[in-house]
C-alpha cells in the first residue's frame, strides 16, 4: 500500500471510531498494524474535501460487495466433509486451505526480535530454522542478528535447504514453544524454506554480516550458496539499481548482449535503460530491438547472466550498490 493510500485507510478507521476501528485492527498483520498506527499517530487535522472523499469511495466499494458467507474457511470444511467424508475431505482441506495462518507462530510476529532469539537460543538450529520461515523475511534477519554467528550461519544453511514442512514436524513445533505454539489445529504442510527466501534475508542483515554467512554456507555446500547468490539479485532487480549505477553497467556491456538480453525484458526495464542512454544511442537500441527476430530463450537467459556476472563485480569493486535494508552507513 503506497502512502496515499495507508493515510486514506487511517482516515477511514480514524472516522469509525474506537470500538469499530479495533474490530478492524484484529484482522491486520503485525505490519500493517504498525504502518497504519504511525500514520494515525502523525495525522493531526485532515481537510473536509478529503474525508469526504475518502467516505465517498469506500461508500461504494462496499455497496459493490455482498458477503455471501460469514467464515468461508469453515463454509469449505463443511461442504466438503458433508460431500466425501472426513478422511477424503481432510485430504483437500489441507490443499486448499494451506495458506490460512498456524495458529501459535502467528503470536511470534507480534513479538520483538531480542524476545524471539532469547526464546529460540538453546533450541537445535533446524527447530529455529523451522519456525524462522514462517515470518516476515525483515523479522528474520533482525532475529538473526541477536544469535551468535555460528548458530545463525548454521540457521541459514537449514533455512535455505528446506523443503516443506510436515504436519507432524509442525506438531513438534507447538511442544518445542510451550505456550507461545499451544492450540494449534491440525497443521498443514506449507511451501516454505528454500534458497529464495534464505537470499531475501540475508539481503536484509546487512553487508558485514551477509560476507560472513555466504562465507560459512559457500564452504559447507558451494552450490547451495551459488543458488543463494543467484536469488539475492536476478536480472529483474537491475531495474532497482540507481541511475549512475546503470550507466556505469551500460559502459561495461558489449551492444550485441544488451539487445539480446533486453528481449526478455519488461518495458519498465528497458526505459530505465533508454533513459540513461543518450538520446542517439537508445533510438538506435530501439529500432535495434524492433528490427530483432525471435531469440532463443536460452540465449536471453545466458546474455542476462553474463550482465548479472558484471553487475556482481562492479558491486564488489563498490561502483554500483546492490540491495538495501541491514546496517549500511553512509558517511
Same mark, same amino acid.
Given at each position: 500500500?503506497?502512502?496515499?493510500?495507508?493515510?486514506?485507510?487511517?482516515?477511514?478507521?480514524?472516522?469509525?471510531?474506537?470500538?469499530?476501528?479495533?474490530?478492524?485492527?484484529?484482522?491486520?498483520?503485525?505490519? =500493517?498494524?504498525?504502518?497504519?498506527?504511525?500514520?494515525?499517530?502523525?495525522?493531526?487535522?485532515?481537510?473536509?474535501?478529503?474525508?469526504?472523499?475518502?467516505?465517498?469511495?469506500?461508500?461504494?466499494?462496499?455497496?459493490?460487495?455482498?458477503?455471501?458467507?460469514?467464515?468461508?474457511?469453515?463454509?469449505?470444511?463443511?461442504?466438503?466433509?458433508?460431500?466425501?467424508?472426513?478422511?477424503?475431505?481432510?485430504?483437500?482441506?489441507?490443499?486448499?486451505?494451506?495458506?490460512?495462518?498456524?495458529?501459535?507462530?502467528?503470536?511470534?510476529?507480534?513479538?520483538?526480535?531480542?524476545?524471539?532469539?532469547?526464546?529460540?537460543?538453546?533450541?537445535?538450529?533446524?527447530?529455529?530454522?523451522?519456525?524462522?520461515?514462517?515470518?516476515?523475511?525483515?523479522?528474520?534477519?533482525?532475529?538473526?542478528?541477536?544469535?551468535?554467528?555460528?548458530?545463525?550461519?548454521?540457521?541459514?544453511?537449514?533455512?535455505?535447504?528446506?523443503?516443506?514442512?510436515?504436519?507432524?514436524?509442525?506438531?513438534?513445533?507447538?511442544?518445542?514453544?510451550?505456550?507461545?505454539?499451544?492450540?494449534?489445529?491440525?497443521?498443514?504442510?506449507?511451501?516454505?524454506?528454500?534458497?529464495?527466501?534464505?537470499?531475501?534475508?540475508?539481503?536484509?542483515?546487512?553487508?558485514?554480516?551477509?560476507?560472513?554467512?555466504?562465507?560459512?554456507?559457500?564452504?559447507?555446500?558451494?552450490?547451495?550458496?551459488?543458488?543463494?547468490?543467484?536469488?539475492?539479485?536476478?536480472?529483474?532487480?537491475?531495474?532497482?539499481?540507481?541511475?549512475?549505477?546503470?550507466?556505469?553497467?551500460?559502459?561495461?556491456?558489449?551492444?550485441?548482449?544488451?539487445?539480446?538480453?533486453?528481449?526478455?525484458?519488461?518495458?519498465?526495464?528497458?526505459?530505465?535503460?533508454?533513459?540513461?542512454?543518450?538520446?542517439?544511442?537508445?533510438?538506435?537500441?530501439? =529500432?535495434?530491438?524492433?528490427?530483432?527476430?525471435?531469440?532463443?530463450?536460452?540465449?536471453?537467459?545466458?546474455?542476462?547472466?553474463?550482465?548479472?556476472?558484471?553487475?556482481?563485480?562492479?558491486?564488489?569493486?563498490?561502483?554500483?550498490?546492490?540491495?538495501?535494508?541491514?546496517?549500511?552507513?553512509?558517511?
Amino acid at each position: 500500500m503506497d502512502e496515499e493510500g495507508l493515510e486514506d485507510a487511517a482516515i477511514l478507521l480514524m472516522s469509525l471510531g474506537e470500538e469499530e476501528a479495533a474490530e478492524v485492527f484484529k484482522h491486520l498483520t503485525p505490519k =500493517e498494524v504498525q504502518r497504519l498506527g504511525e500514520t494515525i499517530a502523525r495525522m493531526k487535522s485532515v481537510p473536509r474535501e478529503r474525508f469526504d472523499t475518502v467516505l465517498d469511495r469506500f461508500h461504494e466499494q462496499a455497496e459493490a460487495h455482498s458477503m455471501l458467507v460469514n467464515d468461508t474457511d469453515e463454509y469449505v470444511k463443511n461442504v466438503l466433509r458433508k460431500a466425501l467424508g472426513e478422511d477424503k475431505a481432510n485430504l483437500l482441506i489441507d490443499r486448499i486451505l494451506q495458506g490460512s495462518d498456524i495458529t501459535g507462530i502467528e503470536s511470534l510476529k507480534w513479538m520483538d526480535a531480542s524476545s524471539i532469539a532469547e526464546l529460540l537460543r538453546a533450541e537445535h538450529p533446524q527447530i529455529v530454522a523451522a519456525i524462522l520461515v514462517h515470518l516476515e523475511f525483515d523479522q528474520v534477519a533482525d532475529v538473526l542478528k541477536q544469535m551468535p554467528e555460528r548458530i545463525r550461519n548454521e540457521v541459514m544453511v537449514r533455512i535455505a535447504t528446506l523443503d516443506g514442512i510436515q504436519p507432524s514436524a509442525l506438531k513438534d513445533l507447538n511442544e518445542v514453544l510451550s505456550k507461545v505454539l499451544a492450540g494449534g489445529d491440525r497443521m498443514r504442510k506449507s511451501s516454505l524454506g528454500g534458497a529464495k527466501p534464505a537470499a531475501e534475508i540475508i539481503n536484509m542483515m546487512g553487508s558485514a554480516v551477509e560476507a560472513s554467512v555466504l562465507d560459512y554456507i559457500r564452504e559447507a555446500d558451494m552450490d547451495l550458496a551459488q543458488k543463494i547468490m543467484d536469488n539475492m539479485f536476478t536480472f529483474d532487480d537491475v531495474i532497482k539499481i540507481d541511475d549512475k549505477g546503470i550507466q556505469a553497467l551500460l559502459k561495461e556491456v558489449q551492444s550485441e548482449s544488451l539487445i539480446i538480453a533486453l528481449k526478455g525484458a519488461t518495458q519498465e526495464m528497458r526505459d530505465k535503460v533508454f533513459k540513461n542512454m543518450s538520446s542517439r544511442a537508445a533510438e538506435t537500441l530501439k =529500432e535495434d530491438l524492433e528490427s530483432r527476430g525471435p531469440v532463443r530463450v536460452s540465449d536471453v537467459e545466458g546474455e542476462q547472466k553474463e550482465m548479472l556476472k558484471i553487475v556482481r563485480r562492479l558491486a564488489d569493486e563498490g561502483t554500483i550498490v546492490l540491495g538495501g535494508g541491514g546496517d549500511d552507513q553512509f558517511l
